[in-house]
Nanobody
Framework: QVQLVESGGGLVQPGGSLRLSCAASRSIFSIYVMGWYQQAPGKQRELVATITSGGSTNYADSVKGRFTISRDNAKNTLYLQMDSLKPEDTAVYYC???????WGQGTQVTVSS
């Protein structure tokens, strides 16, 4: 079982940027698809970005053009670069394999002036 630890969240003004990291306890080389999820206040957890072992990516319409998912298999780490942040991006962000395994604690992103 792989353990996941998200980090990099914080408070940022609208239009700002953050880079989230997801550190895995063991190799993610053999995991075909990994993704980032967001859970906003009062909302269900939603998949917003995915990446395959070959580097193919997909994004939800809400973040397309602003967020970039990447993975470094050698470092056992998944990343989410978040640019042009909006207040509606405020949420707890989680990483996971797809299909989902155990959930980590997530990292809080707050976009506010």
């Amino acid at each position: 079982q792989v353990q996941l630890v998200e980090s990099g969240g914080g408070l940022v003004q609208p239009g700002g940027s953050l880079r989230l990291s997801c550190a895995a306890s063991r190799s993610i080389f053999s995991i075909y698809v990994m993704g980032w999820y967001q859970q906003a206040p009062g909302k269900q957890r939603e998949l917003v970005a995915t990446i395959t072992s070959g580097g193919s990516t997909n994004y939800a319409d809400s973040v397309k053009g602003r967020f970039t998912i990447s993975r470094d298999n050698a470092k056992n780490t998944l990343y989410l670069q978040m640019d042009s942040l909006k207040p509606e991006d405020t949420a707890v962000y989680y990483c996971n394999r797809i299909p989902e395994g155990s959930w980590g604690q997530g990292t809080q992103v707050t976009v506010s002036s």
